[in-house]
């Protein structure tokens, strides 16, 4: 992707100082070939060593650490959030302290720190011939880490760049201003060249330049490792399926007018992963400097032993709790960034720029390749995708075929499509197994897993086939929101439970019976709207989330179907807050697939399996939480391992759900889903019932890991009820 003027100087701004103001100029071209290699030798000359009137710094460091994953869809979910203060000093030439002074994290579940595997994750000047980007790896476990050569980067302006590195464009992209004084920064394109020699790692990205000092002001891009002059692996990774890359952005701020110190740093780790259906895990670590002190050593922290370069310690557990300098709240140094900002400097196997490529593995979900449930028991398949390139408009052709062993048939998808920006237009063929559960969280696979090993099957579901033209298009800044119209023939058909148990069961239980559903023929149409559809409620994402969608079919199954839901997260100091809220009506006369249905899975606790049902359903969750103001610091174990701290709290949530329905034609699709005879009367009974009011059960939890543990009780409100043990792992509501 290429940023335009604006969007640039907001990227540079965002680690200079306050006083500093900026003003995009109109791009010129460079003189010549002759005048971008004098400004790379003019550049290179200064930045082979650091100023002389730079001897030491002192700063305060606030570093964000999270664990993302990103779906087909593009749409980022935050697992895990560690916000970690610092003090640090560097030394010229290259030694450099960090004591972690402050700690405080959040995640969907227990888990281990980013700390236990990286021991530095920032680079203390952009000085000099080799430099570290990225990350450092923990390897000793008094958490004290030498800098190996063997792991540097050779940088951009080392003295032996030509052997490595081609240079493009020197243009100047914008003029700074500060402290009174013009300061033209020129952007240079950077290539690692084809012929580079032995081993290496180098940066294939961007490089900008004060044009005035010769200085570097921000280096940004992709990093490629060379073994014996060749690139080790295309894509980072040896596990066939798994691709990775390493993406780095780097931004100094000018101090005293003389030279320019790290503001801000940025390093992604981001892996693709085949087999889920090109599912991305990120692990980005955010950075900034502030309150910066030149030319100062003093030190109140452990002194580095003799030869180590970086050294980090940790002060005490006390003194971490009692740390209340926090220039940003937790959670919002991810928010201000997305993974696709990278995207121009991505591997081409990434197909991110449309590239023509061949035939590869490329499945929408885990689903695709394999799946076990109660109807189709074992499925197998394959999923392949081929990209044509900007030769034919930047088509893809995506297609998944496999084969149901105990139905004995088989089920897939053939597709094209294509994007352009941010709009994408496509078609699709398909028959897919598809459930009729409602209100499910982000990444609902279904119960393959779940049905395999335990012999629970919670959804319920139907043969579809259909025919779909749609268009959608990304919408904002970073692209968090999506709209998208599908429109096309399909056909529903009822399937029968053929597998009765999955491969360990209770004595007495297994697989529930499939809910029923009506057979037709129709047109559908679905238009949605999916506001900062990250915030979800399942994931530690901050801020408000909406979505919207109507859902209509015309044919001999006619409905229509409204559906809203929005999700909220927010920490007001100590305090947490959650909310999310869905409800839906049918239109018209409904059809049983189309019946909302609401139980235990779907945050009623008290209640059963989709106890309740009907054409018109809500549902409300709302959690508050309070962190106790102690044992919060991270907890360093043998073996370099570092959980987060204990962080005891204490929480109270209320979970609400209504369902009704509007009138006979309802009440009849009600029995078609399931019924059983009444043993008095021997009138049908439904399976699912309305709530008859709103059903609603309060619970009361004390919590563990910042909330991401949970045990307590809970009861129904709506009528009397006993106290009952509840407990959950991970924040989702």
């Not at 010549?32 to 710094?57: D, G, K, Q």
């Not at 559903?517 to 915030?535: M, Q």
């Amino acid at each position: 992707m290429s940023f335009g003027p604006v969007v640039l100087v907001a990227l540079l701004l965002s680690g200079f100082a306050r006083t500093a103001s900026a003003q995009v100029v109109t791009p010129a071209p460079a003189d010549s070939t002759v005048a971008l290699a004098a400004l790379i030798a003019e550049a290179s000359l200064v930045n082979a060593r650091v100023p002389e009137r730079l001897r030491a710094y002192r700063a305060r460091l606030e570093t964000e650490m999270s664990l993302v994953i990103v779906d087909s869809g593009g749409r980022e979910r935050t697992a895990q959030l560690e916000q970690v203060a610092s003090d640090v000093r560097w030394r010229a030439p290259d030694r450099y302290d960090q004591r972690v002074i402050g700690y405080r994290n959040q995640a969907i579940g227990p888990t281990f720190s980013l700390m236990s595997i990286f021991g530095g994750w920032t680079t203390p000047t952009l000085y000099g011939n080799r430099l570290r980007l990225g990350v450092t790896s923990a390897n000793s476990s008094n958490r004290t880490f030498n800098e190996s050569a063997a792991s540097l980067a050779i940088h951009p302006l080392a003295t032996n760049r030509d052997q490595y590195y081609l240079f493009e464009g020197g243009d100047t992209a914008v003029t700074f201003f500060s402290g009174g004084q013009q300061i033209p920064i020129a952007r240079v394109k950077v290539t690692p060249r084809p012929d580079a020699p032995g081993d290496a790692i180098l940066l294939a990205g961007e490089m900008y330049i004060d044009v005035v000092r010769k200085q570097v002001v921000r280096l940004r891009g992709r990093l490629v490792e060379l073994r014996d002059g060749k690139v080790t692996i295309k894509s980072g990774s040896r596990i066939p399926g798994v691709s990775g890359a390493s993406f780095v952005e780097l931004v100094n701020v000018e101090v005293e007018g003389a030279y320019w110190l790290p503001a801000y740093q940025r390093t992604e780790l981001q892996a693709r992963i085949g087999p889920f259906g090109g599912l991305r895990t990120i692990v980005r670590i955010v950075s900034r400097f502030h309150d910066y002190r030149p030319n100062d050593s003093t030190w109140t922290g452990p002194e580095a032993p003799p030869g180590v370069r970086h050294n980090l310690t940790f002060a005490s557990s006390a003194a971490q709790q009692r740390y209340r300098g926090w220039t940003q709240p937790i959670g919002a140094a991810s928010t201000d960034v997305y993974f696709s900002e990278f995207d121009d400097v991505a591997p081409v196997e990434w197909a991110a720029r449309g590239e023509a490529g061949g035939i590869r593995f490329a499945p929408r979900s885990l689903g695709e390749v394999f799946r076990f449930n109660r109807i189709e028991g074992l499925f197998t398949g394959i999923a392949l995708a081929k990209d044509f390139g900007e030769a034919a408009s930047g088509v893809t052709v995506r297609g998944s075929v496999g084969w149901v062993w105990s139905e004995q048939t088989a089920r897939g998808m053939l597709g094209v499509h294509r994007t352009r920006g941010a709009t994408t237009t496509g078609i699709r063929l398909e028959r897919a197994l598809a459930h009729t559960n409602d209100f499910q969280p982000p990444l609902s696979w279904g119960a393959t897993m779940a049905a395999l090993l335990g012999s629970t099957d919670d959804y319920d579901y139907l043969d579809r086939r259909s025919a779909t033209l749609f268009v959608s298009r990304t919408l904002g800044l970073k692209q968090r929101s999506v709209i998208r119209l599908e429109v096309g023939p399909g056909s529903d058909r009822a399937v029968q439970q053929n597998v009765s148990r999955g491969l360990f069961i209770a004595e007495g239980e297994g697989f529930r019976p499939n809910r029923g559903i009506r057979e037709g023929n129709y047109v559908r149409t679905i238009a949605s709207l999916e506001l900062n559809p990250d915030v979800s409620g399942l994931f530690v994402d901050r801020g408000i989330g909406g979505r919207l969608t109507y859902e209509r079919a015309d044919g001999n199954l006619r409905w229509q179907r409204v559906e809203a839901g929005a999700a909220a997260r927010r920490e007001i100091g100590p305090f947490q807050l959650y909310a999310r809220g869905d409800a839906g009506t049918l239109i018209g006369d409904p059809v049983p697939q189309a019946m909302f249905e609401i139980g235990r899975s779907e945050g009623l606790r008290s209640y059963g399996y989709k106890e309740f049902a009907g054409d018109r359903a809500a549902l409300g969750r709302a959690v508050v939480g309070y962190t106790l103001p102690f044992l919060r610091a991270p907890i360093r174990l043998p073996g370099r391992l570092i959980v987060p701290g204990i962080a005891p709290g204490v929480a109270a949530g209320i979970h609400a759900g209504w369902t009704d329905v509007s009138g006979p034609e309802a009440a009849a699709a009600l029995l078609e889903l399931g019924a059983t005879t009444d043993s008095v009367t021997g009138a049908l009974v439904p399976l699912s019932r309305t709530t008859d009011g709103v059903r609603a059960s309060v619970e009361f939890l004390v919590t563990f890991f910042s909330g991401a543990l949970a045990v307590g009780v809970t009861r129904p409100i709506d009528r009397q009820g006993p106290w009952k043990f509840t407990g959950r792992i991970g924040q989702g509501f």
